[in-house]
């Protein structure tokens, strides 16, 4: 590794949460094929420690891809990095085995991603945040073999500068809520749930609204109903009750590392394809089993001759604002439909979140990035943005790239594959670079579309 006091590294990862964690895994591992000594990197996360989110980590909650799609395995079947390395050093592998579930909880999940996170945190500094990406002064875009960042440490000092050759952004998503909603101290978003909820007084909360469709606000709306017996909790929900996702074999193939390919290089109608059939495979569904818990729970509550869980289908929220101590919330049942209002003390936004935008983060630089009719990012297919004129430099994404690389862009099951394709990349770069070195064939290619590229 380079001397952290020249502040000069090969690869520098914006944001540590899983997919730049395996990104720090493939390049360790990869550590000791390399004749040069291995890839000098740092990551850089503006949370103060490791978290994954944290604020869903609700009892019971499972993860809902097999613990195989770990950070390595797809990868490196053999790593010390694996779910399975995991267990064994926990010593519950036995155990994990006997409980015949390819389903981890998510807290035992976390807990694994936290054990991962401790052998490369010496790579890792918390509390640090990049205000911005440039290039050294006086070089231009097709000279420069280095990226020039902008920090505040965890201490408030602004003025640090530290330089990559390559810069891999994995900032995540942003959490979105329905039009004229803001947060505050009884509105929340699920990214915030658990935190939020804690803060609160149990006994306060006599009537809570989740909004959404998908599996966060199904799980929220259990949690809810299950912790608060006192309570009534309402499910606002856009569609007609939950959707099944699907997660049958076949339809799961849209998960497999293959799948990049056939979606990168298809045809327009072919990515859209993917979209039509599969979206169900992740967006706005709900596992099986939670929409049955949920039902169940209805349904002995109609037995009993009680109201306390109700559900609002094709509903949406057009409005919210505060009326005393409660929060009074704006409902439309359909386009056109009865408008009403209702009072709660806490509402719950189970409602997404959008793409990661690093556009800010790049300023000037972001001219120089190519985009697609639809002002989208061109990305090669290992994950770096397309430049016009050829940056010696990479930027590479974890996440923004569903528009090129299909559904897992952002997604735990196809990580370690993605990862070690980034860190390949940065590798083979690397090597061209040198006296003698062959121009990697993606890099001397422009991306597929490129033709049509508008620089910006």
């Known amino acids: 590794m380079s001397d952290r006091a020249q502040e000069i590294y ?88 006997n409980n015949q579930d390819f389903f981890p909880t998510r807290q035992e999940f976390h807990q694994y ?49 530290i330089e990559a050759r390559n810069v891999v952004i994995s900032t995540g998503l942003v ?47 259990r949690f809810l109903y299950d912790e608060l017996p006192h309570a009534q909790v309402w499910s606002v929900i856009p569609s007609y009750g939950y959707v099944a996702a699907d997660d049958t074999p076949f339809a799961n193939q849209i998960f497999d590392p293959g799948a990049v390919d056939d979606y990168y290089f298809g045809s327009e109608q072919s990515r859209g394809a993917f979209w039509r059939y599969h ?80 556009a800010g983060l790049l300023g000037d630089l972001d001219r120089h990035c190519l985009r697609d009719e639809s002002g989208r990012y061109q990305v090669e297919r290992d994950y770096r943005i397309a430049t016009a004129p050829a940056m010696r430099c990479g930027l590479y994404l974890q996440g923004g790239t569903e528009h090129t690389h299909g559904l897992t862009s952002s997604l735990l099951s196809n990580i370690a594959v993605r990862s070690g394709e980034i860190a390949d990349s940065i590798t083979a770069r690397r090597a061209a670079a040198e006296p003698g070195g062959a121009v990697p064939a993606e890099a001397a290619a422009p991306a597929a579309g490129a033709g049509k590229d508008t620089v910006r």
């Open 10 to 97: 090969d690869v520098v990862g914006i944001g540590f949460g899983p997919s730049n964690l395996s990104l720090a895994i493939a390049l360790e591992e990869s550590r000791g094929d390399d004749p040069r000594g291995g890839t000098s990197a740092l990551f850089l996360e503006r949370q103060p420690s490791f978290g994954w989110h944290r604020n869903m980590l609700l009892p019971s909650a499972t993860m809902q891809i097999s613990f195989l799609k770990d950070l390595a395995t797809f990868r490196n079947p053999t790593s010390s990095f694996s779910f399975v390395a995991y267990l064994h050093a926990s010593g519950r592998l036995p155990r994990f085995v």
């Open 113 to 161: 991603l936290e054990w991962a996170q401790a052998r490369v945190a010496d790579r890792v500094e918390y509390g640090t945040e990049v205000t911005s990406i440039r290039l050294p002064p006086g070089t231009g875009p097709e000279r420069a073999d280095r990226l020039r960042l902008r920090v505040t440490d965890a201490d408030g000092r602004t003025g640090r500068v």
């Open 175 to 221: 959490p979105s809520l329905p039009d004229g909603v803001e947060r505050d101290e009884r509105v929340w978003h699920s990214s915030e749930f658990l935190e939020r909820y804690r803060r609160t007084n149990p006994a306060e909360l006599r009537r809570v609204a989740v909004v959404g469709a998908g599996q966060s606000a199904a799980e929220i709306t």
């Open 279 to 358: 979206r169900n495979t992740n967006y706005s569904v709900v596992d099986d089993d939670v929409i049955r818990d949920l039902y169940r729970r209805a349904y002995d509550e109609d037995v009993r001759g009680e109201n306390r869980l109700r559900f609002l289908n094709l509903t949406r929220v057009t409005g919210v604002k505060r009326a005393g101590a409660e929060t009074r919330v704006t409902l439309q049942a359909g386009p056109g439909g009865e408008v009403r209002e209702l009072d709660f003390d806490a509402l719950v936004c189970a409602t997404g979140y959008d793409a990661m935008e690093p």
